[in-house]
């Protein structure tokens, strides 16, 4: 890296240090309270809120492994971000209302109004062991891959390094100022990577031609990859460098009517490091005028994170076929093509001194906000779901405050220590997408269930939660695991993900159902929740944005179907 881009690095990292240090600091005369640390004073506008949700959001997982994914796949994989659009709508229309007059500071809270402690504690230490196990660890090995190929050559050497360092720059202001930290750093982070994922675009797209230019490069690409640009895949149309069909991971108009729903609303509206910010809003007017800013930037963010991918597809194949000979060597790892080289690949190869400092800058906002995310949204369910009620009922506001910092510290020492452990996986996005979508359709089942149906009991939630697993992992495992061989096997046959979880959601569903039905004997549950017409009223401008940001998603699909 020349010396320019380090000094553009540097100003970012102190830019943000500075203002996380800035606006964490405690007022003469306040003590830090836990309203202050996990939700921001309850304090936060719109645009901040919108940009915090965008920022914690996209990460490593995206810029690498959805990069790679353009590369394996093309613009469908672009249905994560678009069909998340229309997601935060049905968010911020139905689930904020309840969550905010409930006076939420973590969904597993929900859990223990609706149904019991014991379900909310069962879930909350899942979902801490998630956040460490998956989402702290996968975003830091991602994101030192990523740093591993742009600094260094690739080879690892700089890997440890890299996780250590972006896990200490996290830590540095985050575990302090808690989310006010983090919110308010997300304002500039999330412009840092908007900027400069949209250099990396540009600069990529004037080199894949020889013409040069942003639209010229966006037409060569169409010209010679058209199949890059389907966004409802047929068996067999795209066949991925390592010679899977990329059908599997999104089959057809299953993307529309399916799994996918399940992945979006799952990880949109209940997922504890991206709903926190919204938790955290002045109001609920605010909290819904940031969630649709939020889907607005989801609709660009293909365009950062997508066309990338495809550009490196086009660069280092040969009349539309990747091998060693047409491909750059850093692409092959073990005998395997590493579809997630294509982002770093990028920078490394085109992006010009000064520019790529930026660029870098972006691609650190983008797994720095993301961790800092994590780990304060670690450390209020462990505060606020675990030790609270569980080891410590008479811990003070300040004692909460304590135990927040020593348990994202602890969450974070795990996660570096896990990481180097992934070792290199192909499509790290689709891995993630995959392995979190055993846990998250009986999760999900559980919570519409009791947000809408009055009668779901909290045995009916405690059994989906028990055995949508073994559900899951039948629908994963079974047709080419045990019953491999058998006449079972043509019975059940091998689905793509995104349909075992739709399955997976809808048998859990349907258990939770008919065990309250008999429960409660058709009776409405204590617990459950009357809704007033009143409540999923939203104003003009949500609903004059959303009726835009819909509209654009259907021209999108109608464009590239």
């Keep these: ?125 899942f979902w801490i062991a998630l956040f460490v196990f998956v989402n702290l660890t996968s975003v830091l090995y991602l994101g030192a891959k990523a740093l591993d190929t742009i600094i260094g050559n690739g080879d690892g050497s700089l890997l440890m390094t890299s996780i250590i360092g972006l896990a200490l720059f996290a830590a540095a202001y985050s575990l302090w100022g808690g989310l006010k930290a983090v919110a308010w750093t997300d304002v500039v982070q999330v412009i840092m990577l908007v900027i400069g994922g949209l250099v990396t675009t540009i600069v990529a797209l004037n080199a894949v031609t020889p013409e040069g230019g942003f639209f010229n490069g966006l037409a060569h690409l169409y010209e010679v990859v058209p199949g890059k640009f389907s966004m409802i895949l047929q068996k067999g149309e ?187 996986i192909p499509q790290a996005f689709q891995f993630i997408q995959e392995y979190t979508g055993i846990v998250s359709p009986g999760i999900l089942a559980i919570f519409i269930l009791g947000l809408f149906w009055k ?7 405690i059994w989906g939660a028990l055995v949508s697993i073994p559900i899951a992992m039948f629908f994963k495992v079974g047709p080419k695991g045990w019953m491999s061989g058998t006449s079972l096997e043509n019975l059940f046959p091998t689905l793509p993900f995104l349909d075992q979880m739709g399955y997976t959601f809808l048998l859990t569903a349907a258990i939770i159902a008919a065990i309250s039905l008999i429960e409660g004997k058709g009776m409405n549950n204590t617990k459950g929740i009357d809704h007033q017409k009143s409540t999923f009223k939203t104003d003009p401008v949500f609903n004059i944005s959303s009726f835009i940001v819909l509209l654009i998603i259907v021209i999108l699909y109608a464009l590239f179907w």
């Design 238 to 424: 795209i066949i991925t460098p390592n010679g899977s069909d990329a059908w599997w991971d999104l089959p057809g108009l299953a993307v529309l009517v399916g799994g996918m729903w399940i992945a979006n609303i799952y990880y949109w509206g209940f997922n504890q490091y991206i709903i926190q910010r919204t938790l955290a809003a002045k109001s609920l007017k605010e909290s819904q005028r940031g969630i649709v800013f939020a889907a607005f930037l989801k609709l660009i963010i293909p365009l950062i994170v997508v066309i990338p991918g495809i550009v490196a597809f086009v660069m280092n194949s040969d009349a539309g076929v990747i091998t060693t000979d047409s491909a750059d060597a850093v692409f092959f790892h073990g005998g395997a093509f590493d579809n997630d080289k294509a982002y770093p690949w990028l920078i490394s190869q085109f992006v010009p001194a000064g520019f790529k400092g930026l660029v870098l800058a972006a691609l650190a906002a983008a797994i720095v906000s993301s961790l800092a995310s994590m780990l304060n949204s670690t450390a209020t369910i462990f505060t606020m779901d675990i030790y609270r009620p569980l080891i410590k009922p008479t811990v003070s506001e300040t004692g909460m405050v304590r135990i927040g910092r020593i348990s994202a510290s602890v969450a974070l020492l795990i996660a570096i220590f896990m990481a180097p452990l992934l070792g290199s």
């Design 455 to 461: 009668k779901t009991t909290n045995n009916g939630a």
């Design 1 to 125: 890296m020349e010396f320019i881009d380090s000094i553009v690095f540097i100003a970012y990292a102190i830019l943000i240090l500075g203002v996380g240090l800035f606006v964490s600091r405690e007022k003469k005369g306040h003590i830090k309270d836990s309203k202050d640390y996990f939700l921001a004073s309850k304090a936060l506008p719109w645009w901040a809120i919108g940009a915090s949700l965008i920022a914690a959001n996209i990460s490593a997982e995206q810029f690498i492994g959805m990069s790679g994914s353009g590369l394996a796949i093309g613009l469908a994989i672009a249905s994560y971000e678009w069909m998340a659009a229309a997601t935060l709508i049905i968010v911020g229309k139905f689930f904020l209302p309840i969550f905010i007059e409930k006076g939420l500071y973590t969904i597993p809270e929900f859990l223990e109004k609706r149904y019991s402690t014991n379900l909310k504690s069962i879930l909350a230490v």
